[in-house]
């Protein structure tokens, strides 16, 4: 086991290299750790001290620790799963919308530095191209794929079925039992009123040089 171990940390330094290149040629800001504990160092370093900090529903941040890391901080906390009603959650929601930093991860990465989420709500996409003085999106190495088209393919037909059972573990959430990834754990581009999939978006260009900080991990992270 240590010897695959081994084989694949290297491919994923080698690989990271490459993938860094091309996003600091799109204007973000790049960074490569070898494991969660050096990514959550890497985070909170990129974190100014007073700082309000929110995030959407990543499985990768939670998964790493860096949630109970800025916990023991004292930073301001928008935290949306502390709603007692779906209204009170939306209103958290939009208030991230103003945070002076975002946590987030994607659904996948292309090697030439394309990044693609779906959405079902749209607050997280929303929140990575506009808002939040500043975004941190944490990838595990195992969302990256040879172009941007097969990244399309893997945050739908991989990404979106197994969020669709995710979300159903959240009391205030409706689960998305009608729709087809739900039910069959394919896409069938559906239009369910709980698609998953209502918005797809691809962050090719920072606009704003360095508002966007990516931190590529050498793991296999969230989905």
């Not at 960074?31 to 309000?52: P, Q, R, T």
């Amino acid at each position: 086991m240590e010897e695959k171990d081994n084989a694949i940390s290297k491919k994923y330094e080698l690989s990271a290299i490459k993938i860094i290149k091309s996003l600091k040629s799109r204007k973000f800001e790049a960074f490569y750790c070898k494991n969660k504990d050096e990514a959550v160092e890497k985070a909170m370093s990129l974190i100014s001290e007073g700082s309000s900090v929110s995030w959407g529903g990543s499985v990768t941040i939670r998964e790493i620790g860096l949630i109970d890391r800025i916990y023991k901080t004292d930073l301001t906390i928008i935290n949306r799963d502390t709603a007692k009603t779906i209204d009170e959650r939306f209103d958290l929601m939009r208030k991230a919308l103003l945070s002076d930093v975002y946590l987030t991860s994607v659904n996948a990465i292309s090697e030439d530095g394309i990044m693609v989420n779906v959405d079902g709500v749209g607050n997280r996409v929303a929140a990575m191209t506009f808002g939040p003085k500043s975004v941190i999106v944490i990838i595990g190495m195992n969302k990256v794929c040879k172009t941007s088209e097969d990244a399309r393919v893997r945050a739908r037909t991989y990404a979106a079925p197994v969020n669709a059972h995710r979300i159903s573990i959240n009391p205030l959430l409706k689960m998305p039992e009608n729709t087809p990834c739900a039910l069959t754990g394919m896409c069938f581009d559906c239009k369910t009123d709980e698609c998953m999939c209502s918005y797809i978006i691809e962050t090719r260009m920072c606009k704003i040089p360095g508002r966007i900080k990516v931190i590529l991990v050498g793991e296999s992270l969230g989905f």
